[in-house]
């Protein structure tokens, strides 16, 4: 359990952790389409070698926006799980509670301040 926080304030994060899963989600679609687009425009643009340089630089930042929203839409997947599993807001380095401040800017946080700084 964590005795430290609410009902009510678990449920606020709860909701926080929710719209941010959804909203990452959306922006992780859109960005693999478009990635998607990006390739095959690359794929025309070999048969005409000229301009494929200058694309690359877009496909990487592409994927790289992707990778990090799979990782925090991971992030904040384990976080609902824990919250739901009564083992949430506990640093996971020093046992200490998190204090809600941080949760609400963070949900997903796994460390106190300290321990992540
Ligand atoms: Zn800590």
């Known amino acids: ?3 430290h926080l609410t009902a009510s304030q678990k449920a606020l994060l709860s909701v926080e952790l929710e719209q941010h899963a959804l909203a990452l989600r959306t922006q992780l679609a859109a960005h693999l389409h478009g990635q998607s687009r990006v390739d095959r425009a690359n794929e025309v643009l070999h048969q005409d070698n000229d301009d494929a340089s200058q694309r690359r630089p877009e496909l ?3 994927a790289a926006l992707t990778d990090r929203e799979q990782v925090e839409l991971e992030a904040v997947a384990q976080a609902l799980e824990r919250l739901h599993g009564g083992h949430y807001g506990v640093c996971s380095t020093c046992g200490s509670d998190i204090p809600f401040d ?3 800017v963070q949900p997903w946080a796994t460390q106190c301040i300290p321990c992540a700084s």
Request: proline share 11%; glycine share 0%; aromatic share 0%.
């Open 60 to 62: 990487a930042v592409a």
């Open 102 to 104: 941080r949760l609400k």
């Open 1 to 3: 359990m964590s005795p």
